[in-house]
T-cell receptor
Framework: TQLLEQSPQFLSIQEGENLTVYCNSS?????LQWYRQEPGEGPVLLVT?????EVKKLKRLTFQFGDARKDSSLHITAAQPGDTGLYLC????????FGAGTRLTVKP | DSGVTQTPKHLITATGQRVTLRCSPR?????VYWYQQSLDQGLQFLIQ???????AKGNILERFSAQQFPDLHSELNLSSLELGDSALYFC????????????FGAGSRLTVL
């Protein structure tokens, strides 16, 4: 059983569409991170959210940390083929635990 | 290039064998983390070292062991290999001992036949 549940597991959309992926847990985290992983590479950090209710924007990506610091969402506006990859969330307390990820495919 | 170096990139071996995976952390980073990534289990935390000392332990099997050397490089030893050990093994490093920003290597892909 994953400490962090990510949904959906797979998502395939057309270029230009919007999407939201979710990261949920019953545990409270001191912070939560989102990573993107491309084939043949390790995960790369996108953002860290620390405060409950915090919203961070990174160009077309919007990250939100839940008020109770148990969940998070990632919204992508006008998705592009370059957004294709595995999106992982990681909950941070004394250590860091990852969800299983959402595998996003954006078709041209 | 993330600055974290993992070798070998690919490794194919047989059941019952033993392998060693090597990781050189990013310059200046004192912490090394090992993760196992398989299709059905996602990224599973195995173990963390900070400045040569074990700091945290995750779902690491007794057949697996790791250490961090004085020059801060780390090795993950996998023994009595089973088919289910086939996976990507990632090393990540960070500056501090507490969980913070991790920089990942490109991974070592282990195939057990």
């Amino acid at each position: 059983t994953q400490l962090l549940e990510q949904s959906p597991q797979f998502l395939s959309i057309q270029e230009g569409e919007n999407l939201t992926v979710y990261c949920n847990s019953s545990s409270v985290f001191s912070s939560l991170q989102w990573y993107r992983q491309e084939p043949g590479e390790g995960p790369v950090l996108l953002v860290t959210v620390v405060t409950g209710g915090e919203v961070k924007k990174l160009k077309r990506l919007t990250f939100q940390f839940g008020d109770a610091r148990k969940d998070s969402s990632l919204h992508i506006t006008a998705a592009q083929p370059g957004d294709t990859g595995l999106y992982l969330c990681a909950g941070v307390n004394n250590d860091m635990r990852f969800g299983a990820g959402t595998r996003l495919t954006v078709k041209p | 290039d993330s600055g974290v170096t993992q070798t070998p990139k690919h490794l194919i071996t047989a059941t019952g064998q033993r392998v060693t995976l090597r990781c050189s952390p990013r310059s200046g980073d004192l912490s090394v983390y090992w993760y196992q990534q398989s299709l059905d289990q996602g990224l599973q935390f195995l173990i963390q070292y900070y400045n040569g000392e074990e700091r945290a332990k995750g779902n690491i099997l007794e057949r697996f062991s790791a250490q961090q050397f004085p020059d801060l490089h780390s090795e993950l030893n996998l023994s009595s290999l089973e088919l289910g050990d086939s996976a990507l093994y990632f090393c990540a490093s960070s500056v501090l001992g507490g969980a913070n920003v991790l920089t990942f290597g490109a991974g070592s892909r282990l195939t057990v036949l």
